[in-house]
């Protein structure tokens, strides 16, 4: 490696001209780029050779071994063991030294770091030093590592300086009170004044600085800056700077909620920005507090809108979306205003960007009435067809229940339309959202006695679906939705027009491969079905009705063995129950000896819809423990 020789004075007992040669930074990092296979090894060795470095006399080798570890650390190692040569080097009397010093300290030093405390006699001096670059190194450092004793100890000197008359300094100052404020809080009321003078400070930056101080600090407690609102309202309609209107319309909008009158007074300087800046960034802030501190007032938000609008055909993409989420953010204290944009919202649904899809999802959802929720359904399902990737098409299938359930179906007027769409839905390719599907079919089916006939012809038709069948692997899979189709018309098996072909897709032998679960149901209410044609005896042509019930119970003895067969325990049971009871009808019926009556008991209960939280109301027996 190339080498840098240093003349080294060992106290004198070796005489000056002792040469030593070590690597500089230079050599280090081209040391690590040729050891790239062994570079843990590499870097052992220039520690060791640090460790040396570090020993030795010289300010010079020092600082250049400091270094060289400060670009170790920044590749993970760990060099918290020369906390003390970094504060030999930061208290060098060079200010390239110095520099070296305080950027490795900033790196490594933190609240546990016992030494830090050893600095504080230094840092006072470095700060008070009349080289400005010094006292500025001193206060960076400060903000990187200044913990509770070191801002305890030099809260006066940090809050001096604020006054100082040099700009370099007083901006430095502001910023670092704010650290100073997060470790040691007990320094904020004592410098709150001149924190505040800043404010009306003869630079611009230092403004800046002390608005962003303010600013920072207002997000934790906004009440306690409320009374500072005419100096920022004074700043924000004289200032050219659109950084710091920013931040400041960013106060306003946590203050305006404390202050409804702060709201009326800010509509006229807020809507000239919104007219005249071309910034896109200080609109968009504009828009946010307009919508967080004026909400009812109408122009403002037709306005806010308009130029959300904007924001949504703007072909950057980042801005489109932001248009969209503040969009959303109107949408929930002036619903109609973003209606109207309705069709932009819908076309957003085509955006390559998925976010943006998102985005408009969830803005659709807020936009639903009783009159445009079918034409609202009818684009998602279209769009769905066509939309790519699993999650997104889900995420799709997700909003559409959502916004048809949602305030328990308050904008559906049809619920054959609902079903029709949920039956739709089974149809997307790789949904994950079978279960969510299964529920609201039973949900719908148990609470609307009207729509009973109607689904029920429906899910017999489901049952022999081959994409159901095929969609069976996977937790949540669409074949859950055959759950709710067995259950359904087994339970209402009353509106069924002809059993026979219901009872065969029950049983037919590829629902041996569908999930446990789903074989229980699947035999459980192939029973209930069999019970509803026993009920059509004496009310129909008792011989068809006798001649179905033997076709029936053909069918069950020749396909259910296979089922006692299952694996699963639960379809085991219920499959041998229903099979002997259909051998032991069976045997009755061919001795002359009717038991229907006892089969129609089992199922003869209405089944009504229970509320979630019905069970609270039941009282509990004196002599129960629930526990």
Same mark, same amino acid.
Request: some cysteine; overall charge neutral.
């Given at each position: 490696?190339?080498?840098?020789?240093?003349?080294?004075?060992?106290?004198?007992?070796?005489?000056?001209?002792?040469?030593?040669?070590?690597?500089?930074?230079?050599?280090?990092?081209?040391?690590?780029?040729?050891?790239?296979?062994?570079?843990?090894?590499?870097?052992?060795?220039?520690?060791?050779?640090?460790?040396?470095?570090?020993?030795?006399?010289?300010?010079?080798?020092?600082?250049?071994?400091? !270094?060289?570890?400060?670009?170790?650390?920044?590749?993970?190692?760990?060099?918290?063991?020369?906390?003390?040569?970094?504060?030999?080097?930061?208290?060098?009397?060079?200010?390239?030294?110095?520099?070296?010093?305080?950027?490795?300290?900033?790196?490594?030093?933190?609240?546990?770091?016992?030494?830090?405390?050893?600095?504080?006699?230094?840092?006072?001096?470095?700060?008070?030093?009349?080289?400005?670059?010094?006292?500025? !190194?001193?206060?960076?450092?400060?903000?990187?590592?200044?913990?509770?004793?070191?801002?305890?100890?030099?809260?006066?000197? #940090?809050?001096?300086?604020?006054?100082?008359?040099?700009?370099?300094?007083?901006?430095?100052?502001?910023?670092?009170?704010?650290?100073?404020?997060?470790?040691?809080?007990?320094?904020?009321?004592?410098?709150?004044?001149?924190?505040?003078?800043?404010?009306?400070?003869?630079?611009?930056?230092?403004?800046?600085?002390?608005?962003?101080?303010?600013?920072?600090?207002?997000?934790?407690?906004?009440?306690?800056? +409320?009374?500072?609102?005419?100096?920022?309202?004074?700043?924000?309609?004289?200032?050219?700077?659109?950084?710091?209107?920013?931040?400041?319309?960013?106060?306003?909008?946590?203050?305006?909620?404390?202050?409804?009158?702060?709201?009326?007074?800010?509509?006229?300087?807020?809507?000239?920005?919104?007219?005249?800046?071309?910034?896109?960034?200080?609109?968009?802030?504009?828009?946010?507090?307009?919508?967080?501190?004026?909400?009812?007032?109408? $122009?403002?938000?037709?306005?806010?809108?308009?130029? +959300?609008?904007?924001?949504?055909?703007?072909?950057?993409?980042?801005?489109?979306? +932001?248009?969209?989420?503040?969009?959303?953010?109107?949408?929930?204290?002036?619903?109609?205003?973003?209606?109207?944009?309705?069709?932009?919202?819908?076309?957003?649904?085509?955006?390559?960007?998925?976010?943006?899809?998102?985005?408009?999802?969830?803005?659709?959802?807020?936009?639903?009435?009783?009159?445009?929720? $079918?034409?609202?359904?009818?684009?998602?399902?279209?769009?769905?067809?066509?939309?790519?990737?699993?999650?997104?098409?889900?995420?799709?299938?997700?909003?559409?229940?959502? #916004?048809?359930?949602?305030?328990?179906?308050?904008?559906?007027?049809?619920?054959?339309?609902?079903?029709?769409?949920?039956?739709?839905?089974?149809?997307?390719?790789?949904?994950?959202?079978?279960?969510? #599907?299964?529920?609201?079919?039973?949900?719908?089916?148990?609470?609307?006695?009207?729509?009973?006939?109607?689904?029920?012809?429906?899910?017999?038709?489901?049952?022999?679906?081959?994409?159901?069948?095929?969609?069976?692997?996977?937790?949540?899979?669409?074949?859950?939705?055959?759950?709710?189709?067995?259950?359904?018309?087994?339970?209402?098996?009353?509106?069924?027009?002809?059993?026979?072909?219901?009872?065969?897709?029950?049983?037919?032998?590829?629902?041996?491969?569908?999930?446990?679960? #789903?074989?229980?149901?699947?035999?459980?209410?192939?029973?209930?079905?069999?019970?509803?044609?026993?009920?059509?005896?004496?009310?129909?042509?008792?011989?068809?009705?006798?001649?179905?019930?033997?076709?029936?119970?053909?069918?069950?003895?020749?396909?259910?063995?296979?089922?006692?067969?299952?694996?699963?325990?639960?379809?085991?049971?219920?499959?041998?129950?229903?099979?002997?009871?259909?051998?032991?009808?069976?045997?009755?019926?061919?001795?002359?000896?009717?038991?229907?009556?006892?089969?129609?008991?089992?199922?003869?209960?209405?089944?009504?819809?229970?509320?979630?939280?019905?069970?609270?109301?039941?009282?509990?027996?004196?002599?129960?423990?629930?526990?």
């Amino acid at each position: 490696y190339q080498r840098r020789v240093h003349g080294i004075d060992f106290g004198g007992h070796l005489g000056r001209g002792v040469l030593m040669f070590e690597k500089s930074l230079s050599d280090l990092v081209r040391g690590i780029r040729a050891h790239a296979d062994d570079e843990t090894r590499f870097i052992s060795q220039c520690m060791d050779e640090c460790r040396k470095e570090l020993r030795l006399e010289s300010k010079d080798v020092k600082a250049n071994a400091v !270094l060289k570890l400060c670009y170790m650390q920044m590749m993970g190692y760990d060099i918290s063991w020369a906390a003390f040569n970094m504060i030999e080097v930061m208290s060098s009397k060079k200010f390239s030294h110095k520099r070296i010093g305080y950027l490795t300290a900033s790196q490594c030093f933190h609240e546990g770091t016992d030494v830090v405390l050893l600095t504080t006699n230094m840092i006072k001096k470095d700060m008070a030093s009349q080289n400005i670059y010094e006292a500025g !190194l001193a206060l960076n450092g400060l903000a990187n590592f200044i913990h509770g004793d070191l801002a305890r100890d030099l809260a006066n000197d #940090i809050i001096a300086m604020m006054s100082s008359t040099r700009v370099y300094l007083r901006k430095k100052s502001t910023l670092l009170s704010y650290k100073v404020f997060l470790v040691y809080p007990d320094a904020l009321r004592p410098a709150f004044p001149r924190l505040k003078d800043k404010l009306e400070d003869a630079d611009p930056a230092v403004q800046s600085c002390a608005v962003n101080v303010i600013c920072e600090l207002a997000r934790k407690n906004p009440k306690n800056y +409320l009374s500072l609102a005419p100096v920022f309202f004074k700043l924000l309609t004289t200032s050219q700077n659109n950084w710091m209107r920013i931040k400041i319309i960013k106060l306003f909008a946590a203050l305006t909620p404390l202050e409804p009158r702060l709201g009326k007074k800010l509509i006229e300087p807020l809507t000239s920005l919104i007219h005249s800046t071309p910034a896109m960034s200080l609109v968009y802030e504009c828009i946010n507090t307009m919508v967080l501190g004026m909400p009812d007032h109408v $122009p403002s938000i037709q306005l806010c809108v308009q130029k +959300l609008r904007i924001f949504v055909e703007d072909s950057d993409q980042n801005i489109k979306y +932001l248009g969209l989420a503040s969009m959303a953010n109107v949408l929930k204290i002036q619903p109609k205003a973003v209606a109207a944009h309705r069709d932009l919202i819908l076309a957003c649904l085509d955006d390559k960007d998925e976010s943006i899809r998102l985005r408009a999802l969830d803005l659709l959802a807020g936009m639903v009435t009783k009159k445009n929720l $079918p034409e609202i359904v009818r684009k998602l399902l279209s769009h769905v067809e066509a939309a790519d990737g699993v999650m997104y098409r889900d995420e799709v299938v997700n909003k559409v229940v959502g #916004i048809c359930s949602q305030e328990h179906y308050q904008f559906i007027v049809d619920f054959e339309w609902y079903v029709q769409v949920l039956v739709q839905l089974t149809h997307v390719e790789g949904t994950r959202h079978g279960r969510l #599907i299964a529920s609201q079919l039973l949900d719908v089916a148990v609470r609307v006695e009207m729509v009973r006939p109607y689904i029920t012809q429906q899910m017999a038709a489901l049952l022999s679906s081959n994409h159901l069948h095929s969609g069976a692997e996977g937790k949540n899979g669409v074949s859950e939705v055959l759950y709710a189709a067995a259950w359904i018309v087994g339970e209402f098996a009353r509106a069924l027009a002809d059993p026979l072909p219901v009872v065969e897709a029950l049983l037919q032998p590829r629902v041996t491969a569908l999930p446990g679960h #789903i074989q229980a149901v699947f035999v459980h209410n192939m029973l209930k079905v069999y019970a509803a044609v026993v009920r059509r005896l004496g009310t129909d042509d008792d011989s068809e009705t006798i001649a179905l019930l033997a076709t029936l119970s053909e069918i069950a003895l020749q396909r259910l063995p296979l089922f006692v067969q299952s694996g699963d325990l639960e379809v085991q049971e219920r499959s041998a129950t229903v099979l002997e009871t259909i051998k032991y009808i069976s045997r009755k019926r061919a001795h002359g000896a009717l038991v229907d009556n006892e089969l129609l008991d089992l199922f003869s209960e209405e089944l009504n819809p229970v509320r979630s939280t019905a069970q609270r109301k039941v009282p509990v027996p004196e002599r129960m423990d629930p526990n």
